[in-house]
């Protein structure tokens, strides 16, 4: 989470040594709940309650859902049951599902105590869909139509869920719940009050399934400027939408995943500084020794050539930086096709397109290398050496095999 300014949060922190609560709460009032996320890490522990319990209800609730894991679960240990009642109310269902998801179980049996009825209910359906598909990310709070109302009657249904995460893009569904149209409130405020829905809405809607990738479904909001995606079962039922915020979660996320993967580090659920040194320890070294037993491949090729290195010490200098440059190349490789496969532009069924693509360039790319090396060698490094011709060429083609192989 980015710092809030420095002087702004000095100045929060004076303010609540000196009890200067109505202060507080007329500065608090005017801050972004990110913002104010952010003055709370950077609070003692025993300070957080009191400014949580400064803030009105509704911006309490909004900031709570950006605080991370720990800061939440400290606070929740010390709210008393109304107070987790109040926030847990103004809370939108995906929000408490996230909260719940990351909680230890003795606090999520306190979280759905103090959820009512409907919202436990709620809760229990998301959680039982798989991690990672468009079912747990989902909220269950939109706004449905129906194709035979008026667009008079059917802003009277959007006031009347004005408490829905997003009311902007409105559903409509036939009396057995199925999806069979879109419209927005622009297009229903344009259009004349006695004019129904089913001719203002767009029936050529596009959906995923509850059990669809999440990130698939963020690549979806990428690529059709969604502001909401519908959610619908096998049966083509509107379960739920998946909103924007919740889809640059998933973006974020998943970034981190690919670049993580692309140094050779495990992929992490918590951010650099949340996570311990011992977990860092765990995500590198699995593939640190790997990486390390590889190289004795490379140490036995080189033990077997000792005679022929022996003879020829020269070509000894050149190991390092022909092992650089197939480090470099298979890099560029990985990178490139690692960051393809996330943005979808190419599938593990294209295996043999990729490789026939990276054979050209490997060869092009090498060529390219060994000529330039083949110059350099004989112009400076092996200039007056004998057998200096035959030395540069076979540095040169060993250069070419091992950019092909790392690409």
Known sequence: MEQVNVTLTETIKVLLDDKKFSTLRDILITMKPFD???VFENLQDEKMPILFRILPKELAAE???EMDDETQEFLIHGFSDSEL???VDELFVDDAVDLIEEMPANVVKRILR???KDMRKQINEL???PEDSAGSIMTT?????????TAEMAMKRIRTGVDKETIYTCYVTDANNKLIGITTVKDLLLAEDDEL???IMEENVISVTTLADQEQVAQMFSNYNFLALPVVDNENRLVGIVTIDDAIDVIQEEATEDIEKMAAVLPSDKPYMKTSVFGLYKKRAPWLLILMLSATFTSAIISSFEAVLANVLILSSFIPMITGSGGNAGSQASVSVIRALSLGEIHFRSIFLVLWKEFRVSILCGITLAAANFVKL???????QENAFMIALVISLTLVGTIIMAK
Do not use: C, H, W
């Open 36 to 38: 104010i996320a952010a």
């Open 63 to 65: 900031t709570f859902v």
């Open 85 to 87: 009642k109040e926030v």
């Open 114 to 116: 103090q959820a009512d």
């Open 127 to 129: 959680l039982k869909y």
């Open 141 to 149: 709070e939109f706004i449905v139509l129906r194709p035979d109302m």
């Open 197 to 199: 829905v089913k001719s």
């Open 378 to 384: 004989l112009l400076f490094d092996l200039n007056g």
